[in-house]
């Protein structure tokens, strides 16, 4: 089961990321790593015309993105070569690719800096909101989809294996987690990533269903994204105001979504509308 959240590895999704920096902004040359043991392993690059990059290990605090790093905020040196305001540990490989502006951008997951993506230009270039939104967006992506595998990971190592397939326990953890994925895919902006995010959910609600799943029942009901987000938070027990404040909508909001899911599946409660949900195989 664990294959399942780990198909593609941290690294796919930083070179994923660090190709993203490339296509989404003006800078022509672009790496990343993750941070391990406290210092940054830079191990995806596009665009160098060198390889004095190559193999680059950046320490906590050191350059600039060991000070992203530390800081947990991006860091720009318009003039590499003549910046004050960081040391310059690693001018022979930055400085060897002949870049004159780069800009750090820390991948934040959980409130930890989780890695550094950089951009940068052989010319000294202003980093204004054009550049720094889109390569603000790339790491928030990336942290995104990070913070995901991460908790899928770990609920489903956690899954007991059952001769009759799935415990109540286990099922639970699925349930929790089809629920909290849902939450998050609500909230994100990129298409690509909320489609991805989707893929993940349809996967876990897979490994719930069973033989019980009437397909005359789910072939008649056709729930809205919304309604399905609200009614896979119902199904854990929370609240209207809790389901609101995970999905960043108004509790009238919640409670019309709600009533429009109970209508559709003819349920006069929502732990009716829960159980019937369940049956046509929405929810796990």
């Not at 992203?68 to 004050?84: F, G, H, N, Q, S």
């Not at 995901?148 to 639970?172: M, T, W």
Request: one cysteine or more; hydrophobic letters at 45%.
């Amino acid at each position: 089961m664990v294959a399942l959240a780990t198909a593609e590895s941290d690294e796919q999704l930083l070179s994923r990321a660090v190709s993203d920096l490339v296509a989404r902004t003006r800078f022509p040359v672009a790496f990343g790593g993750l941070q391990h043991g406290g210092a940054i392993h830079v191990s995806s690059i596009v665009g160098a015309r060198t390889r004095s990059i190559d193999g680059l290990v950046v320490q906590s605090e050191r350059g600039l993105g060991g000070r992203a790093l530390v800081e947990k905020r991006p860091r720009m040196a318009l003039d590499y070569r003549r910046a004050r305001s960081i040391t310059h540990d690693y001018d022979r490989a930055i400085l060897g690719e002949g870049i004159a502006t780069l800009f750090a951008v820390p991948v934040m997951v959980s409130g930890e800096a989780r890695g550094v993506i950089y951009c940068g230009s052989w010319s000294e270039a202003p980093v204004g909101d054009v550049v720094a939104r889109p390569a603000l967006g790339v790491a928030a992506e990336l942290a995104t989809e990070l913070r995901v595998r991460e908790e899928v990971s770990r609920r489903v190592s956690r899954l007991p294996a059952s001769a009759d397939g799935l415990v109540s326990r286990a099922r639970e953890e699925l349930r929790e987690t089809y629920a909290e994925l849902r939450s998050i895919a609500a909230t994100v902006q990129d298409d690509l990533l909320r489609e991805r995010l989707g893929h993940l959910e349809r996967k876990l609600a897979a490994l719930t269903r069973d033989d019980t799943v009437e397909a005359s029942v789910a072939s008649d009901i056709h729930l809205t994204p919304r309604e399905t987000d609200v009614l896979a938070c119902a199904a854990l027990g929370a609240t209207n105001s809790e389901i609101g404040a995970d999905l960043r909508l108004k509790e009238a909001t919640v409670k019309s979504y709600l009533a429009s899911a109970m209508a559709k599946l003819d349920a006069s409660t929502r732990h009716a509308a829960v159980m019937k949900a369940r049956r046509a195989g929405i929810l796990p």
